[in-house]
Nanobody
Framework: VQLQASGGGLVQAGGSLRLSCAAS????????MGWFRQAPGKEREFVAG????????SYADSVKGRFIISRDNAKNTVYLQMNSLNVEDTAVYYC?????????????????WGQGTQVTVSS
């Protein structure tokens, strides 16, 4: 079972990036999915989550209105569209899957984790 995150990179403040997380090894169509991030010297924090059918989404206050999480269960893939990026968004972004079906849980509830993709926002 593997989650492969991609789409990170270097972008100027105000720019956009779209992260993808492709799952393989089993279907995740019944699982809640989430994006977390970890900046240097900081704890891993929740960014966004989506329920098993996309009917419910959750966002950290710091990204609400700028980021959009979505999923395509036919492709076993979850996305994170990040707009109006600022330097505080610089971090390694991780996707994660939980056996639970909702949109937000503590990190310990997520069973599968991707390898992370670096997002760097320059001023």
């Amino acid at each position: 079972v593997q989650l492969q995150a991609s789409g990170g990179g270097l972008v100027q403040a105000g720019g956009s990036l779209r992260l993808s997380c492709a799952a393989s090894g089993r279907t995740f169509s019944g699982d809640g999915m989430g994006w977390f991030r970890q900046a240097p010297g900081k704890e891993r924090e929740f960014v966004a989550g989506i329920s098993w059918n996309g009917g419910s989404t959750s966002y950290a206050d710091s990204v609400k209105g700028r980021f959009i999480i979505s999923r395509d269960n036919a492709k076993n893939t979850v996305y994170l569209q990040m707009n109006s990026l600022n330097v505080e968004d610089t971090a390694v972004y991780y996707c994660a899957a939980t056996y639970l079906s909702g949109s937000i849980y503590p990190p310990v509830k997520y069973t599968y984790w991707g390898q992370g993709t670096q997002v760097t926002v320059s001023s």
